[in-house]
């Protein structure tokens, strides 16, 4: 009996500055077989994001580096075509953190079971998943934003800003976003409710940025780093508190960080500024699913998905996270399912 195939996406090169086509390869593997306590699950939607940047270097960090010639790993939503489990049976959707593959073999234990009823599956991957516990945990527990505040958001319009900006209003107070383009202003303000947005790629942004703060900043969600920090950091007001989430400005930098040149300011303010990771909160994750879940079906959140069609169409998926092509989280869709109805 012939084989059956799948694909997966290897780290062909380790890339210096912006990622190329180049450095993924396309592999063909035969399709696995569970073993006992085991299910086989066949991807339906691959989420991609900026920290995988940081694992394609070979350097020590908070997670692992992706190996040259295997398969790069990400959050995935999956359905489950072959069970060796008790836990769970064809047709049921999972998320998980998995190879970038179209078929992929997980122990049970490692997988969550996703209701398809409570939302669209997707939100799994966004609103409900690691880029929403994200901005919750990282907004609420760091900068602890009280109402009639200002808080900046930097990446407004991406997956994790976006819905900073809403808990922030959640909370009562004036949020106004930073963005790249003025669709994403527009969106920003008439759709998510900011107060304010600017657009950096304008001459005019340091400027638009002062006037957008009559009342200075309180709390800055920093996203991107770089020159569009330094313009916010000027503006803070006594007991700023900064939540550290993405520096995605130099990710592709191989010359590495800068380092602070703020001391004074943070000094002078009594700034708090503190940096974190989603796995920082694995205890907690929980109450932030039940807090994101009620407000989205109170109709206080609001999210947008950028789904790219075609798992061959990943690697432009993810270049495309550098160049802001996306509204929201950044998806592929890889497969419809077989068995679940949704």
């Not at 669709?183 to 900011?194: Q, S, W």
């Not at 309180?218 to 996203?223: A, G, P, T």
């Not at 798992?311 to 592929?332: D, I, M, R, S």
Request: with cysteine.
């Amino acid at each position: 009996m012939t084989a059956q195939l799948h694909k997966e996406i290897q780290l062909a090169n380790r890339p210096e500055g912006m990622p190329t086509n180049d450095d993924f390869n396309f592999v063909e593997k035969e399709i696995p077989t569970p073993a006992e306590n085991e299910v086989l699950l066949k991807t339906l939607y691959l989420s991609v994001d900026p920290y995988m940047r940081g694992r394609m270097r070979d350097v020590k960090s908070y997670i692992p580096p992706f190996e040259l010639n295997q398969a790069l790993t990400g959050g995935l939503l999956a359905e489950v075509v072959e069970s060796r489990s008790d836990l769970f049976e064809k047709g049921d959707i999972v998320s998980s953190n998995l190879s970038w593959a179209e078929y992929n073999v997980a122990n049970a234990s490692k997988l969550q079971k996703v209701d398809p009823t409570a939302a669209s599956i997707t939100a799994h991957l966004s609103v409900l998943g690691l880029t929403g516990l994200t901005a919750y945990f990282g907004l609420l527990d760091i900068a602890n934003p009280q109402a009639g505040e200002t808080v900046v958001v930097s990446g407004a319009a991406g997956a994790v800003g976006s819905i900073v900006g809403q808990i922030a209003k959640i909370k009562g107070t004036r949020v106004v976003g930073i963005a790249g383009s003025d669709d994403k202003i527009d969106y920003l303000i008439n759709e998510l409710g900011f107060d304010a947005a600017v657009n950096y790629k304008k001459d005019s942004f340091k400027e638009d940025l002062i006037n957008a703060l009559p009342d200075g900043v309180d709390v800055y969600f920093d996203n991107v780093g770089g020159d569009i920090s330094d313009a916010v950091i000027r503006q803070l007001n006594k007991h700023a508190r900064i939540s550290l989430c993405g520096a995605i400005s130099s990710y592709n930098n191989e010359e590495g960080d800068l380092g602070p040149r703020m001391q004074g300011q943070f000094i002078r303010t009594s700034t708090m500024m503190k940096g974190f990771t989603l796995g920082d909160y694995a205890k907690e994750l929980p109450t932030g699913v039940a807090a994101l879940t009620q407000w989205l079906q109170e109709g206080k959140l609001k999210y947008d998905e950028t789904i790219v069609e075609g798992f061959e169409n990943t690697p432009e998926a993810f270049l495309g996270l550098f160049k802001g092509t996306n509204l929201g989280k950044q998806l592929v869709k890889v497969a419809d399912p077989e068995f679940a109805k949704l």
